[in-house]
């Protein structure tokens, strides 16, 4: 069994602790702020992502050079990104070195000043950080999946891509969203530590997350949650010349996080797509030969996900593949999982719940995870005996029936040879 604790303070901002399970002297912790891509609009989107650079150039008290030297000297890893749903600020110390770090995190996140000069210039490194990722094919074929699944509601954007830029957002419109959003009470520290909960709250009441008065100001900003209606697979194939490999990105969109479904769903995931002995990588690679190692995703929001499949294969090879795809969705469908194919996907989730107690960067993430979707609980029984176990073959039947529909899926395909659209709906029909 885990416990953690949640507390809020005054003026709205929360701590997540959890005492660290493992005999050493290091503390994990992750202070999120709710921004991101899901509050942004047309002329500012890729906002939330350039707000997370500039935090580290100055503030009220240090400049770069002294931050910089104030991580180095004390041996930590500190780091910091931007999702669709948040912005993490993220620090891997010696223990004795948490009190230093809560206030620098502190003093980065509400203190940072900002020049028009400094704006201009990391404008142009987020640029071209856009132009790196313009020639990821799996990224933006990922991306591409992500936009149908998630069409109509703001979780159709992605975080940020070079076209969010063929026109700058004006740097008072810069300022105005940092201050709007970078607010104590839009954010919580989730922290695994030896500390006990007194030290590490004698040291966050001391920080500029509790000495900090600011509060939002103007219109607030909302979340889109409606999606456009669907009533059959959506696709998009997109040539990409001088790539080698084709990508194959097959979504469905799934149940929220609060929904006890996503159990089924993470057991589905190693059953389907996500191990040596799942049915996509032993048919399509052991079998065949026709993939590399394939990967599957689960992504919650507040009132729906999505469960995605990625693959890559040689352009020759995709119509097989497509084929074969086809055909091992619709056995699933029709006939569900086998149970022993269940026993093995506990075991592994049994295992990995195990493993995770070393995790703590993993548990820091999950808590803040818990904290922005409104799902925080004080104490956690045993997750597998809880969650898990009692999982039957018929509870997975009747999930994957629910979810794994035309109305719900989605087909993303990008390289240098294609087959046609009309060939690609033929092959799911």
């Known amino acids: 069994m885990k416990t953690f604790k949640n507390i809020i303070f005054p003026n709205g901002f929360q701590l997540i602790y959890e005492k660290s399970a493992m005999n050493l002297p290091i503390t994990c912790m992750h202070v999120g702020c709710d921004v991101g891509a899901v509050y942004e609009s047309e002329g500012i989107r890729g906002i939330s992502h350039f707000i997370e650079h500039m935090c580290f150039k100055r503030t009220k008290f240090k400049n770069t050079k002294e931050i910089s030297l104030e991580i180095d000297r004390r041996g930590a890893v500190v780091s910091a990104f931007t999702n669709k749903r948040n912005t993490q600020f993220t620090v891997k110390c010696d223990t004795n070195s948490t009190d230093t770090f809560i206030q620098l995190l502190?003093?980065?996140?509400?203190?940072?000043?900002?020049?028009?000069?400094?704006?201009?210039?990391?404008?142009?490194?987020?640029?071209?950080?856009?132009?790196?990722?313009?020639?990821?094919?799996?990224?933006?074929?990922?991306?591409?999946?992500?936009e149908l699944l998630y069409k109509g509601s703001s979780y159709e954007y992605d975080t940020d891509i070079l076209a969010y830029h063929k026109r700058r957002f004006s740097f008072s419109r810069f300022v105005e969203m940092y201050k709007q959003m970078y607010v104590p009470g839009r954010m919580a520290m989730s922290i695994v530590t030896p500390l006990s909960l007194?030290?590490?709250?004698?040291?966050?009441?001391?920080?500029?997350?509790?000495?900090?008065?600011?509060?939002?100001?103007?219109?607030?900003?909302?979340?889109?949650?409606?999606?456009?209606?669907q009533t059959d697979i959506r696709y998009k194939l997109t040539h990409k010349t001088g790539f080698e490999s084709n990508i194959i990105h097959i979504g469905f969109r799934v149940c929220g996080f609060s929904s006890p479904d996503k159990y089924c769903l993470r057991l589905l995931k190693n059953i389907l797509g996500d191990t040596f002995n799942s049915r996509v990588y032993t048919i399509l690679r052991e079998e065949k030969g026709l993939i590399y190692h394939p990967d599957a995703e689960i992504t919650h929001y507040e009132?729906?996900?999505?469960?995605?499949?990625?693959?890559?294969?040689k352009p020759g090879f995709v119509i097989r593949v497509l084929k074969l795809l086809s055909g091992i969705l619709h056995d699933l469908y029709t006939?569900?999982?086998?149970?022993?194919?269940?026993?093995?996907?506990?075991?592994r989730i049994r295992g990995r719940i195990e493993l995770a107690k070393m995790e703590i960067e993993r548990q820091v993430e999950e808590h803040l995870d818990e904290w922005l979707l409104g799902t925080v609980q004080p104490t956690s029984k045993d997750e597998y005996a809880e969650f898990y176990e009692p999982i039957?073959?018929?509870?997975?039947?009747?999930v994957i029936r629910k979810y794994f529909t035309r109305e719900n899926m989605c087909v993303a395909l990008m390289g240098s040879r294609l087959p046609s659209l009309k060939t690609v709906q033929a092959i799911f029909q």
């Open 392 to 398: 039957q073959k018929r509870h997975m039947d009747e």
């Open 106 to 146: 502190s003093d980065i996140m509400l203190n940072t000043t900002f020049t028009k000069k400094e704006f201009d210039s990391e404008y142009d490194v987020v640029m071209q950080e856009a132009r790196n990722n313009e020639d990821n094919a799996e990224l933006n074929n990922y991306i591409a999946v992500s």
């Open 303 to 313: 009132f729906y996900g999505d469960f995605t499949l990625a693959l890559t294969t």
């Open 198 to 229: 007194e030290q590490v709250r004698r040291f966050i009441q001391r920080s500029w997350f509790i000495k900090t008065t600011r509060t939002s100001s103007g219109i607030p900003l909302q979340i889109n949650h409606s999606l456009d209606p």
């Open 335 to 347: 006939h569900g999982v086998r149970p022993d194919e269940l026993l093995v996907a506990k075991g």
